[in-house]
Every structure is written in C-alpha cells, then in structure tokens.
C-alpha cells in the first residue's frame, strides 16, 4: 500500500468474489464440506488427514493458477518496460521458488490422498473445480479500465452484424474419427461366417472378412496418404501464397476421392442399419466442451449466430445424432451421406464434402448465400491438412490438437501457428495504440488453441 503511494486511504468492503473464496476455504477447512457429514471432533489421523486432504484440494487451484498465470505473463512482458504496473506481481508468481512451491502443494495433495476411496477423491475433484470457478470469478469481478478485444461477441450487434463459426467434426469435436466407428458398427452387426443370410436382405461380407478388409483400407489409406503428403510439400519454407498451396492441395484431393471409391467398391458399408448409426451416434464422446459451446452459441438470441459443419464424415447422419444428444438440432450440417434402401445401407455414398477444395468451396458457397445486409464475421475451427483452406479463408481460423501433417504442410507453405493468448496479447496492444485491430482472412495467420473452453473464452467469455 505503502509502494503504492495509499497511505491514508479509505477502508473499502472486500470484494464480494474475494469474500466467497475466502468463506469457501473457512468452510472447507472446518469439515464443512456440502454433500458430506460434519467430522465432529477429529479424533483419528484418518480423519484429519481427510479434511486436509480436502482442504488442499480447496487450495491448490489457487496455487496452480497463480503459478500458471505468472509464467504466462512473464513470456509475454517486454524486458525494457520496467515501469509495468504489474511488474512485482508476475516477478513473484512466476518466480522458481512460488513455481516449487505449487508444485509442493500438489504432490502433498496427491501423498494425503493415497488412503481416500473413490468417493472421497471424487469430492476433491468437486472442491478442486468449485475453487477454480471462484478464482476466475474472483479474476472477472475485477474493473477493466482499457476497452478490450475480448470476448469477441462483446462489440456484436445482432441487427447489423452476423456471426458465422464453421467446424470440422472428426476431431476437432470428436475424440475418435467416424469412419472407425462407422467400420465397428458394420463388423459388430455383420452375420458370422456360418450364419445364413435371406435373399431380402442386402448381401454382406461376414464379420471376419470385414474386419480384415477394413484393417487393409486403413493401412493403405495411411501409407498413401503419406506418400501424398510428401509428393506436394516444398523441400523449403516459402512465402505464403493462398494460390500456390490450393493448387498443390489438388493432388490431395485427388488421393481422398479414390481411397472414397475404394471403400465403396469394397462393401464394407453395405447393409448397416439406421438405427444402429443414430444410437452410435447419440453415444459419440466429444471433446471436452465442445457441446456445451454450441450450446451457448445456438441457444443466445442475443448473437443471431449461423453454425455450419463441414466434415469428410461418410454419414451426415452420425454428425446429426451425435449434436441431437445436446439438444443441437439448429447445426447445418455439409457432410457425405449414405443410400439406403428400406434403412438398410446399400454400400453407396452420395459424395459432397470428400477433400480441401469440396470443403472451401461449400465454405465460400455458404456465405455466398448469405444475404448482404450485414457485415460478416466468419469463424473456422478444424485439426487437419483438410481444414486448411477453410482455416485461412476465414476471418479467424483456430487450430484444436496437434496434427503433425497440418503443421509441417502449413509451415512449409509459408502459414504462421500463433498460440492464441498470445496472439490476442499482441492484437490488445495494436488495438490501445490505435492500430487496426480487425480480423481478417487470407493474412497466412492461424491461432493455436488447446481445448474447447480456451476457444469458448475467447469467443464467448467466462
């Protein structure tokens, strides 16, 4: 108080997300725990090792954050700027001996957790996740006083602009690709070799025979697609040009609409049911928050938003099962769909979104689509060398997980990889020193992101 030059001043009330962190720790600390019986007196070591095992499971988040936050700033403060307001503040957090110290608190939680059942752990993880909401509470309780480019729907105005997010689906909202779950249904309901099958039904390979074929198109699938790959990428980085890497991405296309007719000509989709596909579907695991940010999105009438899926997916209605299971019947979905006949699948695949230059050209003829009385802001989410055009054609494109093809292909072409906090860090400081900061496509520049709730933050906020 002192450094900071308020002396004499004026006693304030604490602040009311400060005052319920701090009631959540007396609480936790004294047995009081919700969902859990008061311990009385703690007469064993069993029992006071529990209420400090949950009472570290209270503290740790702060301690981690802290730790997390300082590093973080520290990266991205400029070393000549010594008179940062916060200067002493990120020295300390990020400094070796608070980083150790987190680091102590984490493994004296795990060392006092060892003699706890599953139930007890469990009512960690519930105080350790209650912790971190009222830390990022705590963080948003606090008054900005610059304008800030975040969250992005913050200057959105419903009747003059329209918010666009596009997104791939095999993961980038999935954790496995659909085509391996679309080849599991096929063998789990394919008859046995002995068994005998009507002449109504649809002609089908037997269980083990599907299996081995699928195992064959998945191996040669993943060395040509490699091959591929290798036939089009420069030896050398070269400068980003839009055009240039289109052009190349021709012969990808090329690869995925063949390996396309080989499946088909191989019968392994014939004779799958419909309902087996939507209940596959309903039981699909998505990424973590994935669902719960389109939810959020399509369910807000305050942004008016459009969410459109572009995805190589054989079966757009495995896409539309795995959304319904969120209630997200408002998704459009641009998919391959399969042929049936009396819900039985025939083998065929009515082919729309089969490779880069199908999935950019339903992209452009999206918003060509859209009406021209308001300004657009076009959003792309994808994970794979599939999503790249897309990725660049949009205002923002974001990259979720780590595929190593997309990266060396867009590096090598000239595309830049900026994580995304410190991407908004440097459009912050253009947007306070007056400098555009509008987001727009075709600039080479894609964001980073680690997960959903990164992306969710940015776009939406806390």
Known sequence: MQEWGLHGAKKAAINSAAAKYIDFLLATASGK??????????????????????????????????????????????????????KKWIDNYSSESFQASAAQTEELLDKLSVSLTGEELDIIEKLYHQAMKLEIEFFCAQSLVQPTIVPLIKEHNPTTDRLMIFSDFDLTCTVVDSSAILAE??????????????????????????????????????EEYEQCIESFVPTEKVVFDYKNLHKALEKLSDFEKKANNRVTKSG???????????????????????????????????????????????????????????????????????????????????????????????????????????????????????????????????????????????TQFGVSFVPLFPGLVKKQKEFIEGRSSNWKGLTGILYTASSWAEIHAFILGY
């Open 33 to 86: 725990v919700e969902g859990v019986k008061g311990p009385g007196k703690l007469a064993t070591p069993f029992e006071k090792t529990k209420v400090a095992a949950y009472t570290l499971g209270a503290m740790t988040p702060c301690m981690r954050l802290y730790a997390f936050l300082g590093k973080e700033f520290k990266a991205l403060l400029d070393p000549n700027e010594g008179s940062h307001p916060y």
């Open 185 to 222: 249904i096929a063998i789990v309901t394919a008859p046995k070799s002995d068994q005998h099958q009507s002449e109504n039904q649809i002609a089908r390979m037997s269980s083990a025979d599907l299996r081995n074929t699928w195992g064959l198109l998945s191996r040669q699938y993943t």
């Open 268 to 410: 392994v989709l014939k004779g799958l049911n419909i309902e087996d596909i939507k209940r596959a579907g309903e039981r699909l695991i998505l990424q973590d928050g994935c669902i719960n940010f389109f939810q959020k999105i399509v369910k807000s009438e305050n942004l008016n938003a459009n969410v459109h899926v572009l995805s190589y997916c054989w079966c757009g209605d495995l896409i539309r099962s795995a959304f319904s299971s969120g209630d997200l019947h408002e998704l459009n979905v641009h998919a391959n769909e399969f042929t049936f006949e009396e819900s039985i699948s025939t083998g065929d695949i009515v082919k729309k979104v089969e490779s880069p230059i199908d999935k950019v050209q339903s992209f452009k003829d999206i918003l060509k689509n859209c009406h021209d009385d308001r300004k657009s802001l076009t959003i792309y989410i994808g994970d794979s060398v599939g999503d790249i055009l897309c990725l660049l054609e949009a205002d923002i494109g974001i990259v979720i997980g780590s595929s190593s093809s997309l990266r060396r292909v867009g």
